[in-house]
């Protein structure tokens, strides 16, 4: 089974220039996140989306980022202008295979994650 | 709000050595805890959760953690450590409060093992 695919892999940009990064999840996840990771820090969630809804962008800095997740399955992160703090590690996830539930308990809980875009804007 | 600590920022053992990578946490709620590692220019690999049942989890590559309720932990631990269990450890924890949720994690904890 593949696993999570993301593209790029690596970005070099110039600030101010836009830039997209594409995910396509696990076959059947319904659930799938975008995180970030700064150097030297754990993942921070930007985006969360369950099927074609997005359930939690708090964290998604909607100035300048953008994401879509149109039937559900693959997902695109914009992010227009680009500056120089966005440097980082963009990591796509997803998660919720089948659903197992024992007593009130759902045992298909982890997420899978991609290898990850590395962005660098100068 | 739901967070993860790792207090360590690396953790230096000798193979053949045990080794215990820290990690304590807070939610409201029930937690399901995980702990996944990072290799360079790679993306975070599953290493394994806590659900419920029983508290010490086993996991892949020898692997496991121990779920202490009381003292909000899960710490990983390994019996024998190997050069090639070096890499970027992090916990992190879920707190359902429907259907799914935010999976936060801690900061990491860079483990070095020396031959």
């Known amino acids: 089974e593949a696993g999570v695919v993301q593209s790029p892999r690596y970005k070099i940009i110039e600030k101010k220039q836009p830039v997209a990064f594409w995910c396509n999840p696990i076959?059947?996840?319904?659930?799938l996140y975008w995180y970030r990771q700064n150097l030297g820090q754990g993942p921070e969630l930007l985006i969360r989306?369950?099927?074609?809804?997005?359930?939690?962008d708090s964290q998604l800095p909607k100035d300048r980022f953008s994401a879509e997740r149109l039937k559900g399955v693959d997902s695109t992160l914009k992010i227009q202008p680009a500056e120089l703090g966005d440097s980082a590690v963009y990591l796509c996830a997803s998660s919720h295979p089948r659903r197992r539930v024992v007593g009130q308990r759902d045992m298909n809980t982890e997420a899978f994650f991609g290898q990850g875009t590395r962005l660098t804007v100068v | 709000a739901q967070s993860v600590a790792q207090p360590e920022d690396q953790v230096n053992v000798a193979e053949g050595n045990p080794l215990t990578v820290k990690c304590t946490y807070s939610?409201?709620?029930?937690?399901?805890l995980f702990w996944y590692v990072q290799y360079p220019n790679r993306g975070l690999q599953f290493l394994l959760k806590?659900?419920?049942?029983?508290?010490l989890v086993k996991g892949s590559y020898g692997f496991e953690a121990e779920f202490n309720k009381s003292q909000t932990s899960f710490h990983l631990k390994k019996p024998s450590a190997l050069v090639s269990d070096s890499a970027l450890y992090f916990c992190?924890?879920?707190?359902?409060?429907?259907?799914?949720?935010?999976?936060?994690f801690g900061t990491g904890t860079r483990l070095q093992v020396t031959l």
């Open positions: 989306y369950e099927n074609e809804e997005a359930v939690d």
């Open positions: 939610v409201s709620g029930n937690p399901y």
């Open positions: 992190a924890v879920r707190d359902i409060t429907g259907t799914a949720s935010k999976l936060t």
């Open positions: 076959s059947g996840h319904n659930t």
């Open positions: 806590y659900i419920t049942g029983d508290n």
